[in-house]
């Protein structure tokens, strides 16, 4: 049985410290969750372990605060240090089965998946969500290749577990998504570059529907 709530997908917000300036990072999440984000993953690149852990321990009193679960990107010992919700992993970061291990049995575990083989050897192993895409070409990834509809709707046919979309998505192409089967959406710069966060959030939430499984 999966750790993820489906309804915890629907609008999943991924820092990316390319957007803080007027506001720091911690202020740009606090927006975020005002406007209904439903689940927030730090993904840090180039912080050293002290810092990295100092601000993860930090957004996780602030999302706790709101409810909202925090995921930590690839690196399961911050994750573990600041008692984090859950980790997400990529196909070429530490294999899920030995995320899960160290994890134990209660964290979240997300892992990214491309193809429908990639996505049930993932729930195999102990995921509790799949990330794919991504959707449309995206300056955050730029050797992310694009996913079909029909690779999406066969990945989302063939689990069990919650599955969100990612890559590049915006609420110009939101609405395309839609009839995939997708638990809701992950964003990076729609979120993270708005002049006002919280609203843009408030908005994606209103555009963003469950779809029918």
């Known amino acids: 049985m999966s750790n993820c709530k489906p309804e915890w997908m629907r609008l999943y917000a991924v820092t990316d410290r390319a957007w803080v300036g007027e506001q720091t990072l911690l202020e740009q999440v606090e927006s975020a969750l005002r ?18 852990l100092a601000e993860a321990k930090a957004l996780k009193a602030l ?32 294999q899920a089965k030995d995320v899960r291990a160290l994890l134990g049995p209660d964290k979240i575990l997300g892992v990214t998946a491309k193809t429908v ?54 609420p110009d192409n939101l609405d395309t998504l839609q009839g995939l089967g997708l638990d ?15 609203q843009r959030c408030r908005e994606l939430r209103e555009r963003w529907m469950f779809d029918e499984k």
């Open 117 to 170: 083989e990639q996505a049930m050897a993932a729930q195999a192993a102990g995921a509790d969500y799949l990330g794919t895409g991504a959707f449309f070409v995206t300056d955050t990834k730029k050797d992310a290749l694009p996913i079909t509809h029909e690779t999406a709707r066969a990945i989302t046919a063939a689990v069990d577990i919650p599955v969100t979309g990612i890559g590049g998505i915006t």
């Open 63 to 94: 999302c706790q605060s709101y409810g909202v679960p925090l995921i930590i990107n690839d690196n399961v010992a911050v994750a573990l240090a600041c008692d984090a919700d859950g980790v997400h992993v990529g196909q070429s970061d530490m």
């Open 184 to 198: 809701g959406v992950a964003l990076v710069s729609a979120i993270f570059s708005a002049p006002d966060i919280e």
């Open 35 to 52: 406007g209904g984000v439903t689940c927030v993953q730090l993904r840090e690149k180039e912080l050293d372990e002290t810092a990295f």
